[in-house]
Structure formats: C-alpha cells, structure tokens
C-alpha cells in the first residue's frame, strides 16, 4: 500500500472559464477570450486576464490582457502577459509598455520561499 500523502495528486486538471472559447484540433492551440478565469487546484492558483491560450503540443499557456495570479499561500503576479511553461514550470511575466510587473511573495525564515506560480 502506497503511503497517503496530505497534498493532493497533481492530475493535470484546469478549468478554463470564458467568454468564449475555441480549439484548433490540427494546431493543439485552446484559445479562451472575454473575462477568463483559470483554476488549477492542485497547484493552488487561480488566474484572471482577458485572454488565455493554451498550447497544448508546448505545454505553453499565455496569460494576456490584465493578468492576476494568486496562490492560496499568498503568493501573487500581475502583469499584461504571463507566459507559464507547465513542463519546466517557468514562468515570464511583461509589463504594458511604460508599465511594470507587480509580484507579491512571502518569504519564510526557513529558506523554503516560493515564488509565485511555483507549484
């Protein structure tokens, strides 16, 4: 019997909320449009902009258009674009021109600090 473990399994599930959606079958491109909201429970992340596409073949996902991250530890970005490499599990934030990125971490005195998108 395999020891339980208190953090959930990471199953890869994301829900996508939108306006609009659509997917390109021959691409592996997922685009979301008008009011996205992204949930990823098992890393604790809810994401907001106005676009998202989803590069399924990459393992890419592109936040754009006023994009808020918030982690349930407190951790937060906000940026005009995010790009977030799910396999390498890095992310890239750009500001609006003439703008700046705005992160929010918590540093814990144990050296365990996470920054935010980190699963």
Known sequence: MAPQSDAPADDGLITIESDSQSA??????????GNVRIVYPTRGMVATSRQAQYFS????????GDVDVVQ?????????????????????????????VRSTMMIRPDNTARTPLTP
């Open 72 to 100: 349930n530890d407190g951790n937060s970005i906000s940026a005009e674009r995010v790009t977030y490499d799910l396999n390498d599990e890095r992310a890239l934030a750009m500001p609006s021109i003439g703008g700046q």
């Open 24 to 33: 390109d079958n021959v691409t592996g491109v997922v685009t979301a449009t």
């Open 57 to 64: 073949r990459e393992g890419r996902l592109v936040l754009s």
